[in-house]
């Protein structure tokens, strides 16, 4: 503990605080990051066209490809029990 010490022409203490302070500023950095660029794109590592756009819920979808018949009237009702398990219990707002 010699070479820390102030008066011996050592660094000081104060040198045990530069990995808190670079902690810290990762930490900060992510944090900037998360909220801000990557929020709404899926991270970097998701294309921007890759994601669906904002107020498409899953049940606008199923009600969608039912209405065009992507899926019949069967399939239509299987997704949505699946979804009522993942999801709760669905509002009457629904599609179809």
């Known amino acids: 503990m010699e070479t820390l010490a102030i008066g011996d022409g050592g660094p000081g203490p104060w040198i045990l605080f530069f990995p808190l302070i670079w902690a810290a500023v990762v930490i900060g950095a992510v944090t900037v990051l998360r909220r801000t660029a990557w929020r709404g794109r899926g991270g970097p590592w998701r294309p921007a066209d890759a994601r669906r756009p904002a107020g498409d819920s899953p049940l606008a979808v199923l009600g969608r490809r039912f209405a065009s018949g992507e899926i019949d009237e ?22 179809a």
């Open 74 to 95: 069967d399939e239509y009702w299987r997704r949505l029990s699946v979804l009522e398990e993942h999801f709760g219990r669905i509002g009457t707002g629904g599609a």
